[in-house]
């Protein structure tokens, strides 16, 4: 007889008492954890996830694939009640292998993988393997005890930023044109991809579950650069903008040279569009001007300074970026000068992103949070939230039966208490992953093969009754191959939650001449834009909100800020902290005042051993007696 015996290990967190308790690894929850362990506060951040990020996180390609039963669930009890982030799942691997010179194509029945609601592995490794390397064996383990989130920091390089522009050409229209030695077809690109190739590098793929970025001089890199978080992340810049135009996809102009070597704009039509750009950008918010416009449409503001309808398209598309069905002029002034004034720092576009995807921002705030002494504890769910006789919060009951008492709770939006009511303001949106084998605008230049793009399309353009906010990363953002690009989709969900009908006519339009490799489906659940955001203190408890449908961070800031004002008005808001080197202990300044006063080190009262190597000697003293002793025998 086989007897296999199962040891489950309980694991008991100490200290058992805290000023804030953190429920989620959130963008939202890492920085007010991070705030609080900077100004001297005792923090304890758990989550049931065997990741960091919850719905910011970054997956591998292996990790969706796998089923949720591997990931313990969080428990509900009468107080508390947990809602999964992710649903409506589903993956299809439609490469096709060639054997012996005939395609076998891939049924997509077959090779689907659906999930209703699933969480899968975190993209954790400290570096990527270089494409011509094979994968590594298995996958780094995710952190499960209460020491720092990672203390190995990434050393890989990150790649310069490259600077993409259209080329150079006069309009077609009005300018005379120059000699040009035209250039023979190119051929049809072959898809050197197989399915084993495929396979074995799946794991080196990073998804984004909440795709954003952030602006080069936004709030969230002021506050990585003024806190100092900024060492635990490497960042890229986004190279290009492109918008439907006319059928096609183009890339949108960004800046004044390439507004005046756009092909696709007459000469009337860039001089008018500089003027718009250029009152927008200089006007005051508190000037007569700007009051003249309060209350009225863009549209109107457009046709004040008479802009045609491609330039409307391409304002709404590429500079105010906004997915609201109408938005104010002093809403599209505001978005237009916080593009324009990001633009030309770190490139010629105004966003930047992480180099390893959305989910290292949580996890550099974990480890800066870490640092300061917060206690870190994943695959540990929460199943009750703990009220004294005041109805104030006491503590809380881990999954494991162990009881944790504190001042002040945070929980993050996948939890919801069942005395509250139910939020109305929340929305499906739906996303669509695709993996392809070029870039949806392929370019000549080698320079710029490699671009990392966003995507907006405002609704109607491919047949959408949604704008779409759309990614498309590069080779180098993290994909295991040259020939290799992802495309990431995301569009607030129709009536029915089906990501694959919400986005199909988008997704036929943009690989219409791109080879297909994988293609990824899900829904999440997000804020609406227009909803308050603001977090109140109630019974000592504050509840985060979920990600809204827009490509900025701008909320979790404020939604940061606010909460810890809440819980410590007194205490500055993330201060910047010292470098490692920097820091003196109290013991070094006293030896160092001790040292310039009588101009000799400072040596213990009981026993000084000064170790001092020359030529292969070492010389011991202790007390008043010296020797030398050969080198060899010093280990």
């Not at 100490?14 to 954890?33: H, L, N, Q, R």
């Not at 020491?147 to 990434?154: F, I, M």
């Not at 950008?281 to 309060?294: A, F, I, K, T």
Request: charged share 25%; aromatic share 8%; hydrophobic share 30%.
């Amino acid at each position: 007889l086989l007897y296999t015996i199962k040891f489950e290990l309980v694991m008991e967190i100490t200290p058992t008492e805290y000023d804030v308790i953190v429920i989620g690894t959130g963008v939202t929850e890492c920085i007010v954890a991070a705030a609080c362990s900077r100004v001297g506060k005792t923090v304890l951040h758990v989550d049931a996830n065997p990741f960091y990020g919850e719905q910011w996180a970054s997956f591998t390609l292996n990790g969706l694939e796998k089923s949720s039963d591997d990931i313990p669930k969080p428990c509900d009890s009468a107080s508390l009640k947990y809602t999964h982030f992710l649903k409506n799942l589903t993956l299809y691997n439609v490469l096709e292998e060639e054997s012996e010179g005939q395609p076998i194509e891939v049924p997509p029945v077959s090779s689907a993988v659906t999930h209703e609601s699933t969480s899968c592995e975190a993209v954790t490794d400290s570096k990527i393997s270089p494409p011509d390397q094979p994968p590594e064996s298995q996958d780094i383990p995710h952190v499960t005890n209460q020491e720092s989130p990672d203390t190995n920091l990434r050393e890989t390089e990150t790649p310069a930023a490259d600077s993409s522009t259209l080329p150079a050409a006069p309009d077609s229209n009005n300018m005379e044109q120059p000699n040009e030695t035209p250039q023979p077809p190119t051929p049809e690109k072959k898809c050197h991809w197989t399915l084993e190739k495929f396979n074995k590098s799946k794991r080196r793929v990073n998804i984004d579950i909440t795709p954003k970025l952030c602006y080069s001089d936004g709030s969230m890199v002021r506050l990585l650069r003024d806190s100092n978080c900024s060492r635990y992340l490497e960042f890229r810049a986004v190279n290009r903008s492109l918008v439907p135009w006319e059928g096609e996809v183009i890339q949108a102009p960004c800046n004044r040279e390439q507004v005046f070597n756009c092909k696709q704009l007459k000469v009337l039509e860039k001089r008018i569009m500089m003027k718009f750009v250029t009152w927008a950008l200089e006007v005051e918010e508190e000037s007569e001007e700007w009051r003249e416009w309060e209350g009225r449409s863009d549209q109107e503001l457009y046709g004040h300074f008479k802009l045609t309808a491609s330039l409307v398209k391409l304002v709404r598309a590429s500079l105010v970026v906004s997915n609201k069905e109408k938005v104010s002029a002093h809403d599209a002034v505001k978005a237009i000068k916080v593009y324009l004034r990001n633009v030309g720092i770190y490139g010629s576009m105004p966003f930047i992103c992480p180099v390893y995807g959305a989910g290292e921002l949580p996890q550099s705030f974990a480890r800066f949070s870490a640092v300061f002494g917060s206690v870190y504890v994943l695959e540990m769910g929460v199943s009750d939230l703990n009220f004294d006789e005041n109805d104030k919060f006491s503590g809380i009951t881990l999954s494991t039966g162990q009881k944790i008492t504190g001042t002040y709770c945070v929980i993050s939006p996948n939890y919801s208490l069942a005395s509250s009511p139910e939020r109305n303001n929340q929305m499906e949106v739906s996303h669509a992953v695709f993996l392809t084998d070029s870039s949806i605008k392929p370019t000549t230049k080698p320079e710029e093969q490699d671009d990392l793009s966003v995507v907006h399309i405002m609704p109607g353009y491919f047949d959408n009754e949604q704008a779409v906010n759309g990614f498309e990363y590069g080779p180098r953002s993290c994909l295991p191959s040259e020939d290799m690009y992802m495309i990431h989709l995301v569009a607030p969900a129709a009536g029915g939650s089906n990501p694959e009908t919400d986005l199909d006519s988008v997704c036929s339009r943009l690989t219409e001449n791109v080879k297909v490799l994988h293609k990824t489906f899900f829904t999440t659940l997000m804020s609406r834009e227009e909803s308050d955001h603001t977090p109140c203190l109630e019974r000592n408890v504050i509840q985060t909100s979920r990600p809204v449908f827009t490509i900025g961070y701008q909320q979790c800031i404020d939604e940061a800020k606010t909460a810890f004002s809440l819980l410590y008005p007194e205490d500055e808001f993330l201060p910047m902290a010292p470098n490692p080197e920097d820091i003196k202990w109290p013991d070094e300044e006293e030896n160092l005042e001790e040292e310039s006063e009588t101009g000799k080190p400072t040596t213990d009262e009981e026993n000084e051993v000064n170790l001092r190597e020359d030529a292969g000697t070492t010389t011991v003293s202790n007390g008043e007696s010296t020797s030398e002793i050969s080198s060899e025998l010093v280990s």
